[in-house]
């Protein structure tokens, strides 16, 4: 009984109406590296089975509404680079068991604020290299279980909406437009382990930015225009491994900066 199907890198342009109809019983398809720009919205109705999909590297512009109605089952979707500016806003309504997506190097410029609102499973988001100037407090309001987001590279100028998903282990946000962060941006979130900052144009850090991030591993602020540090500031974090301050406009450090770490 077929379960997986890979078709990488074959030169495709277009997949046949009914290629997967037979095979019920298919859990993984493979179709990236091709020249695909449109799916039919019927091409994987028959596979409630399916668990891993993959269409990254192709030309998609957009996808149909429904294409995935019918794949519960569905754990990973990779959607990264392709020509996508715009998802149906109900195209992952019926993914309750979705765990990871990657919508990196498309052209994304904002997301529906319900795009992932029946996605209670989600762990792991990646939206890296995409034009994003703002995300929605409510876009991942019901993913309580995300452990990773990566939204670096886009052009996020502040953000305010990681403070409840109290999973969150990591979370990128390099190479962005931040200036700032909001006050309690990251919460009090037990299991944040590495936040990556670098790449921004923050001039400052509120005294209790990183306050009871008490698992934190990692703060990367390498190459911001941040001037001094509050004393105090990594006063919680009795974990830190390391500190990238690297290529910052810092002139002194109060002596008992890293006393504790």
Request: with cysteine; proline share 2%; aromatic share 6%.
């Amino acid at each position: 009984i077929l379960k997986v199907i890979l078709l990488e890198n074959i030169q495709l342009a277009g997949i046949p109406q009914g290629l997967f109809s037979s095979n019920k019983e298919l859990q993984k398809i493979e179709l990236r590296k091709n020249s695909l720009r449109e799916i039919d919205v019927d091409t994987f109705r028959e596979l409630e089975n399916l668990t891993e999909l993959s269409l990254g590297h192709n030309k998609f512009e957009d996808l149909p509404q429904g294409l995935f109605r019918n794949n519960k089952k569905l754990r990973k979707i990779n959607l990264e680079v392709n020509l996508l500016s715009e998802l149906p806003v109900d195209i992952f309504t019926e993914l309750d068991n979705l765990e990871i997506i990657d919508l990196s190097v498309n052209s994304f410029e904002y997301l529906p604020q319900s795009l992932f609102r029946n996605n209670k499973k989600l762990q792991e988001i990646h939206i890296i290299v995409n034009s994003l100037t703002k995300l929605h407090a409510d876009t991942f309001r019901v993913c309580k279980n995300l452990q990773i987001i990566n939204v670096a590279v886009n052009k996020l100028t502040s953000s305010d909406i990681f403070k409840e998903l109290y999973n969150l282990t990591e979370l990128d946000l390099h190479h962005n437009g931040l200036k700032d962060l909001p006050l309690n941006v990251f919460g009090d979130n037990q299991n944040l382990q590495k936040i990556v900052l670098a790449f921004n144009v923050l001039t400052e850090l509120h005294v209790d930015t990183f306050k009871q991030l008490n698992n934190l591993k990692v703060i990367d602020l390498y190459e911001n225009k941040l001037e001094h540090l509050p004393h105090g500031v990594f006063r919680d974090n009795k974990k830190l491994e390391i500190i990238d301050l690297d290529i910052n406009h810092l002139k002194e450090l109060h002596n008992d900066t890293f006393v504790g770490l």
